[in-house]
């Protein structure tokens, strides 16, 4: 006579329900104390009383609560170990978030009117304005401080438009790079 399947069996499948009846809700209960999450709590028992259908000897009754309580343990210190490490991910997100709003919050308080801070911006545009070439120079001094139109800009220099918007960018790039700490100053004073 051959050796009947433990899956095979009617006999072994009734026995699967009444395990499942009998260690549900302790299961559950047991998971529950650890793991505060409901859905969480049911996939770790559902997938614990699969593994015991696949994995143990149903005509083994002696061993089906210890079974069932070493695949709760090590499925539920996964969940654990899990939540965890995205808990922890979390919170350096959030730490490095604060942090960026605290920085966020110096540099607009250390931001005033006085005039001490915007000659200071003044100064460091000027000196970097004048290490540009002459016509780099002359043209963005045009655009902002004549407020001239690019097509006006050109006119008046006998070039085209793209060499002004060339010019324009030019120093822009130049006045960001060397103003990059006053940048929102910046951006309000240059319109950049």
Known sequence: MS??????????S???NTIYKQYYRRALAFVKSYVHDDLATEDI?????????????????????????????????????????????????????????EYQTEALESCTTD??????????????????????????EMSRNEILTHREIADKLGVSEKAVEYHITKALKALHKTLRDYLPMFLFLFGA
């Open 45 to 101: 028992v559902s997938e614990a009383m699969i593994s015991i259908w696949k994995n143990i000897d149903l005509e083994r009754k002696d061993s089906i609560a210890a079974y069932l309580l070493c695949v709760l343990r090590s499925r539920t210190l996964d969940y654990l170990r899990h939540r965890k490490s995205e808990l922890q991910m979390k919170e350096h997100v959030e730490t490095w978030t604060i942090r960026e709003v």
């Open 14 to 16: 009734l026995t699967f």
């Open 3 to 12: 050796p009947v399947k433990k899956h095979d069996s009617p006999a072994l």
């Open 115 to 140: 005039n001490i801070f915007e000659e200071e911006i003044m100064d460091i545009a000027h000196k970097t304005l004048n290490t540009l070439p002459e016509k780099t120079r002359m043209v963005f």
